[in-house]
């Protein structure tokens, strides 16, 4: 049986994630600052570090839900174990969002992944892309 990942684990993920993708924000600074600018709570930077090596546990629940919007997660990101499979960069990171939608906007996002596809694909095969977008 695997083990439950902690929040650190969690939100260290994330942030990582949003690395690899080239997606700010980056360093905690810059979290910090994305959050004030969304209206969320105050973090320090070094709050936010300690959050993310596991020395502060348990955050109140305004600061779970500000990192989920900041991130664009759930909040069952963080303590549901099935909400929190390790992202697998920006895709993972798009499909997790896209749970927080309806079904009618769920289903205009597969329409325009389906639009951006054919559209990538006729470029890859030469084609005029503005025939496949038809």
Same mark, same amino acid.
């Given at each position: 049986?695997?083990?439950?990942?902690?929040?650190?684990?969690?939100? &260290?993920?994330?942030?990582?994630?949003? $690395?690899?993708?080239?997606?700010?924000?980056?360093?905690?600074?810059?979290? &910090? @600052?994305?959050?004030?600018?969304?209206?969320?709570? @105050?973090? &320090?930077? /070094?709050?936010?570090?300690?959050? @993310?090596?596991?020395? $502060?546990?348990?955050?109140?629940?305004?600061?779970?839900? %500000?990192?989920?919007?900041?991130? +664009?997660?759930?909040?069952?990101?963080?303590?549901?174990?099935? %909400?929190?499979?390790?992202?697998?960069? !920006?895709?993972?990171?798009? %499909?997790?969002? /896209?749970?927080? #939608? &309806?079904?009618?906007? $769920?289903?205009?996002?597969?329409?325009? #992944?389906?639009?951006?596809?054919?559209?990538?694909?006729?470029?890859?095969? +030469?084609?005029?892309? !503005?025939? /496949?977008?038809?």
């Amino acid at each position: 049986m695997a083990r439950e990942r902690t929040f650190a684990e969690r939100l &260290s993920a994330l942030i990582d994630a949003a $690395r690899l993708d080239g997606r700010a924000p980056h360093s905690y600074r810059e979290i &910090s @600052a994305a959050v004030e600018r969304a209206g969320g709570p @105050a973090m &320090s930077p /070094a709050y936010l570090q300690q959050l @993310a090596t596991g020395k $502060r546990v348990n955050p109140k629940i305004h600061y779970v839900e %500000a990192l989920a919007r900041l991130f +664009g997660v759930p909040v069952t990101y963080f303590f549901d174990e099935e %909400a929190a499979a390790p992202p697998a960069g !920006e895709a993972q990171l798009m %499909a997790m969002r /896209a749970q927080e #939608l &309806s079904p009618q906007g $769920r289903r205009q996002v597969m329409d325009l #992944l389906d639009l951006v596809e054919r559209y990538e694909r006729a470029e890859r095969e +030469g084609r005029n892309p !503005e025939d /496949a977008a038809r």
